[in-house]
């Protein structure tokens, strides 16, 4: 039978590319998996992260078969980005792409007795035929998520087919119950050989079973009056499949699985079960303070639950494949799951870097189809970024057939990003659409949201359209009465959310929306907002021990339990006669008390804004909706703290305004021009890093407007080295002022290219 040895524990890893040993090695360090070796450099702020080629060693004993002869696989569960397997000296395995798994057979190479020398090289560099290429994110290194043995006989459900778990699962809902397609694949069988399945119900009683020759082992079989996989009752059967000779079983298997039906409509938005049902929720990544991406089943299960507690229906799992256990809480908590590969900003033309986006799109699907909970899979995100060419539209219509192929019974997606043209060849190859807007944040107004999906709803009614990203910065130290863009503050943040909550409210159409991010996450190159290291767009902290004021406006439009939630709570200190108090809730109504006194209730619909006087000192108020309360305390003070505000904010104005000083007399109404040789706006970073001068002079002017530094080779310069500085002049928007991209490109075209 198939015994799996867990070998998480007493690894021996050293921080340098040390070479393959040859025994195992005293003088290394001693850990246990999953480990990272980016645990605190992928998020502390130092601007840089370990990238390098780094060892893994482990000893173990043969594990004995007791049918006799038999395989025996070393299984990886994740190991970032490449990896390199050797057994007793000898490469049994060479892998690319940081986030599924795979396995290696190490029959041959093992010992009949005594210990074996397992090794592993593991590696988070640059690779160009590897994605993700370039991204708003860390690429962690490290054997993150676990290490197996698997031990089978000579016959055996296959373990070499993309990491695969060697049992296909499609449930159908049809008149009277469901039908199971079952297809198991196997090894080494012949015409002694059966496959046994089993279907249990949820409390593990047997309610079908079906027997097929192990040479022929498909079969479809009906379930009666089956219960449905839904989003508030996540019903899952446990499909099992016995490898039988004659009287002896061989190998099993088991995965759970989901009855449900599915669609999507560009005036209905998503379908499941038949129920039109909107799907408002998040996106995640999967890394955790001082811990990266080497996250226990437990992370993953609190992050699941932190998720179900805001009311969300859906996950966009960004912009990987994520652990199993992640896939396992979705399916057990009733989230529909937008799964995706790290084909991501920026695509390598080499043809070997397709074939990294094929295998990983294979692996992506072949490992996970059983899961219920994922219902859409991702072929790309933001992939204009890098530029657009018929090279890549046929890649994409590759992958979009390939994803087809591999699962007709899923629909296919796509994230745009925001400048990609309404009209163009990216549209209509996947089946489902979505957008990544920022409008409110990196340009624009948080109010041009609405509209934008409108008109793009009117000139493609026959496309569904989704909001795949969104989202601004909220950083919990700083406050203030007067919120606006780019100010950090968790009000600001707050009331982006507002909006953005009550837009998706009103548009059922949109098939999905995915917040930008559920938790902030590490991305080395990042420096903004006085946080560098990671990005702060979540609505949660990176530690998971903060709720963000915008946490509560999802919870107050999407949980449907009872809930109020006073805003404000870490804007501790106020100045001035009066402030405003805001409060979220599901309930009609929400009665305010200051200090024991009332000072009003009011109706409203999720928002409730209240202005007070505090008294001198510090002053309690109470918030009551129904049966439920809130409560906090505030200070009133002369004079707010100094760090409520961030100096960038106040710094960023004067330089823009300084900015247009040293224009002078420049008509910034004339047409712009472009004279040959001359450098200008239509130019990419990349073309104007050749003058130090024009470099200077772009990097200065995107700093005042987006507040993003750029530099060749550091930060994501990578990422936006393509891009032109009029692309980036509509991705800022109404963050540049009137006259800004005029007058950068008039002072550019004074500097000649060499």
């Known amino acids: ?408 019974t899923r629909l296919t997606t796509i994230a745009h990003v925001s400048m990609t043209p309404i009209e163009g060849p990216m549209h209509h190859i996947t089946d489902v659409e979505s957008y990544n807007h920022y409008f409110g944040w990196y340009g624009g107004k948080m109010e041009d949201n609405g509209p934008w999906m409108d008109n793009f709803h009117k000139i493609h009614p026959d496309i569904c359209l989704g909001l795949s990203e969104y989202g601004c910065e909220g950083i919990i130290t700083y406050h203030g009465p007067n919120p606006a863009c780019k100010d950090y503050s968790e009000e600001y943040q707050a009331l982006y959310h507002e909006h953005m909550a009550k837009m998706l409210d009103e548009r059922p159409w949109i098939w999905s929306s995915h917040v930008w991010n559920m938790f902030d996450f590490g991305c080395a190159a990042r420096n903004e907002g006085g946080v560098a290291g990671r990005n702060n767009k979540g609505l949660v902290t990176i530690d998971r021990k903060t709720k963000k004021d915008s946490y509560y406006i999802y919870k107050a439009y999407w949980n449907k339990e009872p809930m109020v939630h006073l805003c404000g709570k870490r804007y501790a200190q106020r100045a001035g006669e009066t402030t405003q108090i805001r409060v979220y809730s599901n309930q009609p109504s929400v009665t305010l008390y200051l200090n024991g006194e009332k000072v009003e209730e009011q109706s409203a619909d999720k928002v409730f804004v209240f202005q007070v006087a505090l008294a001198e000192g510090f002053n309690t108020l109470l918030a009551v909706a129904g049966e439920v309360k809130d409560t906090m305390t505030l200070e009133k003070v002369e004079k707010e703290p100094s760090i409520y505000v961030l100096p960038e904010v106040n710094e960023r104005a004067e330089g823009v305004a300084n900015w247009f000083k040293s224009v002078g007399s420049m008509d910034l109404t004339a047409p712009m021009e472009f004279p040959e040789g001359m450098y200008s706006i239509k130019d990419s970073l990349e073309e104007l890093a050749k003058s130090p001068e024009a470099l200077a002079l772009a990097a200065k002017a995107i700093k005042l407007t987006m507040n993003m530094t750029v530099s060749p080779g550091e930060g994501m310069w990578d990422m936006m080295k393509g891009m032109s500085l009029d692309r980036l002049g509509e991705l800022a928007g109404s963050l540049a002022p009137e006259g800004f991209m005029e007058s950068l490109n008039a002072q550019l075209i004074k500097i000649k290219k060499n």
């Not at 074996?116 to 993700?132: F, R």
């Not at 059967?237 to 016995?242: E, F, H, L």
């Not at 909970?373 to 390939?402: M, R, Y």
């Open 1 to 408: 039978m198939r015994n799996v040895l867990n070998l998480n524990d007493n690894w021996k890893f050293i921080q340098k590319d040390a070479g393959l040993p040859q025994t195992l090695p005293a003088d290394w360090q001693d850990v246990n998996l999953p480990h990272c070796w980016n645990a605190v450099d992928g998020h502390d702020g130092n601007g840089s992260y370990d990238r390098g080629k780094y060892w893994y060693a482990k000893s173990f004993s043969t594990p004995k078969q007791p049918l006799g002869g038999g395989k025996l696989f070393v299984e990886v569960l994740a190991a970032g980005q490449q990896a390199t397997v050797y057994m007793n000296g000898k490469e049994v395995a060479y892998h690319e792409g940081g986030y599924s798994i795979f396995r290696a057979d190490i029959t041959e190479q093992c010992k009949e007795e005594g210990e074996n020398l397992l090794v592993i090289a593991c590696s988070n560099e640059l690779k160009d035929s590897v994605y993700p290429q370039s991204a708003d994110f860390t690429f962690y290194g490290g054997l993150y998520r676990g290490v197996n043995l698997i031990s089978v006989p000579d016959a055996h459900f296959d373990l070499e087919y993309y990491g695969g778990p060697g049992i296909q699962v499609t449930p159908t809902p049809t008149e009277g119950g469901a039908s199971f397609e079952i297809v198991s694949y196997v090894k080494n069988v012949d015409e002694n050989f059966t496959v046994l399945y089993t279907i249990c119900d949820a409390q593990g009683q047997e309610v079908a079973q079906a027997c097929r020759p192990a040479e022929s082992p498909a079969v479809t079989v009906f379930v009666p009056d089956a219960q449905l996989w839904e989003i508030d009752s996540p019903y899952l059967y446990t499909v099992k499949a016995v490898l039988q000779r004659r009287n002896e079983a061989y190998d099993e298997i088991s995965v759970q699985a989901g009855v449900r039906s599915f669609s999507c409509h560009p005036d209905k938005g998503f379908i499941i079960n038949g129920k039109e049902t909107p799907l408002r929720g998040v996106s995640r990544h999967q890394d955790m303070l001082y811990k990266g991406n080497a996250l226990t089943r437990e992370d993953h299960y609190t992050d699941a639950k932190i998720i179900k507690e805001l009311g969300a229906n859906t996950i966009r799992l960004a912009h990987y494949q994520h652990s199993q256990d992640f896939y396992d809480a979705c399916d057990e908590m009733g989230f529909v799951v937008w799964a995706e590969i790290p084909f991501i900003s920026v695509m390598n033309p080499d043809p070997a870097a397709h074939e990294n986006c094929i295998s990983q799109l294979k692996e992506l699907i072949i490992q996970n189809y059983n899961h219920p909970s994922i219902c859409f899979w991702g072929i790309s995100n933001e992939i204009l970024i890098g530029g657009i060419s018929e090279k890549l539209v046929e890649n994409h219509h590759e992958l979009n057939a390939l994803a087809k192929s591999l699962d007709p």
